[in-house]
């Protein structure tokens, strides 16, 4: 298999599927100037960065073998396979109005459809033609703006033409404007993944004339079919949460190859890299001072009592969940955010209704296990406590982060309950977190049961 990586974990993944006897192509030149690498050919997958940098993406046809390469070596990370651009023929279950979305039967399970995302008649039982971008919770989420995945190229129905950001010479994004020009006017839009980059014209240019000929046999498929049913499958691509501890593992991969101050990969991912690009710039200096020193400079600039403040929720799912709120106080290590809570909805764990005032002091520490969430009325009197248990957590100074682990602890007076071990013990199943982990989840679980931690 022959990977190209680009982002901000290059340096530590090339090291590390490097180690694992993967052959490393088309690197930046940072790479290639760190590891000499000669890497010949077309890349078969491509790894790079996720939006939010707490993680990698990885795609193409040994995504499967890369992805458990890098997800065997650390130790809290959180892989998920998804699949997306799946292709049905659906039926209008019933229009939703007040929810602005039009729920689909597509045969195995429903969908939503956006009521922007579809310009037909608006019709109980009529047949429309959909497909997934992703999903919320439970349900597919649809669009009828069609998209067709190739290796090299994706064409977007009324779409826009774009080259990936990681293809840079010039050259290569001369040759790809030119076959845009040849395919304009067809209603369709380009957009060329990294994967062209290196391929000769006339490959590309006959995949997209490929491309154009799937859209006509699903459009022949669609206007044939009578009954719901999936018309063409999805492409397959993984996501890699990585932990706090993964960081420091993937630092001690860079460090391997090149100076890396302790936290880099941290701080690369809160988006601190031109501080950290200028102290490993630095010579003949204790990297530990440096790095001490740079946090210290960090927290400087929060949290701060009275400041906004958000705590992302990593789930395992893909999904993350917001927590917002003032700080009310920071020593250094304790973090303590004031939250509202919102009347008419139900305390998960602890049970009963949110009144109108009530509100939760949640209390965190830079790499713990726990984050402590006291629910009180607007009084002041303690409601319950709500142990949620995840990765070490990462303090930032305007949010914390970290990826929760689904069992938890619950506390309502002298009673205390672990719950949602199922989720666990289906995660785990699952492969998306290792044994490891999630046996570290249940012992910090059960030392809050014992009352050996707070």
Not at 428 to 452: P, T, Y
Request: charged share 30%; glycine share 8%.
């Amino acid at each position: 298999m022959k990977v190209k990586i680009r982002g901000i974990y290059a340096t530590a993944l090339t090291q590390l599927l490097k180690e694992n006897g993967v052959d490393i192509i088309q690197p930046s030149s940072v790479i290639d100037q760190r590891f000499d690498i000669n890497g010949t050919g077309s890349a078969t997958t491509i790894v790079y960065d996720k939006d939010d940098l707490n993680g990698i993406t990885i795609s193409g046809s040994n995504a499967t073998e890369v992805t458990d390469i890098i997800f065997k070596k650390l130790t809290d990370s959180a892989v998920k396979k998804m699949e997306i651009g799946e292709i049905y023929c659906g039926k209008i279950k019933r229009i939703e109005k007040q929810n602005n979305q039009i729920i689909v039967d597509l045969g195995d399970e429903e969908g939503i459809l956006p009521f922007q995302s579809y310009w037909g008649f608006l019709k109980e039982g009529e047949k429309v033609l959909v497909q997934v971008k992703g999903r919320y919770r439970s349900k597919k989420i649809l669009s009828t703006k069609l998209r067709i995945f190739g290796q090299n190229a994706i064409l977007i129905k009324d779409g826009f033409t774009k080259i990936s950001r990681y293809i840079k010479t010039e050259s290569e994004k001369k040759k790809l404007e030119k076959i845009n020009s040849e395919f304009s006017g067809k209603g369709w839009g380009i957009l060329w993944k990294s994967f062209a980059e290196g391929k000769s014209e006339d490959e590309l240019r006959k995949e997209i004339e490929h491309l154009y000929s799937q859209e006509k046999e699903i459009s022949e498929k669609f206007n044939q079919m009578n009954e719901v049913g999936l018309i063409k499958e999805g492409v397959k691509i993984y996501t890699i949460e990585f932990g706090a501890i993964s960081k420091k593992e993937l630092d001690d991969l860079r460090k391997k190859v090149i100076t890396t101050i302790p936290g880099h990969h941290f701080l690369k991912s809160g988006n601190y890299s031109i501080v950290v690009d200028f102290a490993e710039s630095l010579e003949n200096i204790d990297y530990n001072i440096i790095s001490n020193k740079l946090n210290k400079v960090l927290m400087k600039n929060g949290p701060h009592p009275g400041k906004y403040y958000e705590i992302i929720q990593k789930k395992v799912n893909g999904r993350d969940i917001i927590l917002k709120g003032f700080v009310e106080s920071f020593d250094g290590e304790e973090l303590t955010i004031k939250r509202k809570l919102y009347a008419g909805k139900k305390y998960d764990g602890i049970g009963g209704q949110i009144m109108q005032g009530d509100y939760a002091l949640t209390k965190i520490n830079p790499n713990s296990w726990i984050v402590k969430h006291t629910y009180f009325d607007k009084n002041g009197i303690q409601k319950g406590v709500y142990f949620n248990i995840n990765t070490p957590v990462e303090i930032y100074p305007a949010f914390a982060r970290y990826i929760d682990l689904e069992v938890d602890v619950v506390k309502k007076g002298d009673t205390k309950e672990i719950i949602d071990k199922d989720k666990l013990e289906r995660v785990l199943s699952d492969g998306i977190i290792k044994k490891e982990l999630a046996d570290k989840a249940m012992e910090i679980a059960n030392k809050i049961m014992k009352g050996e931690t707070k």
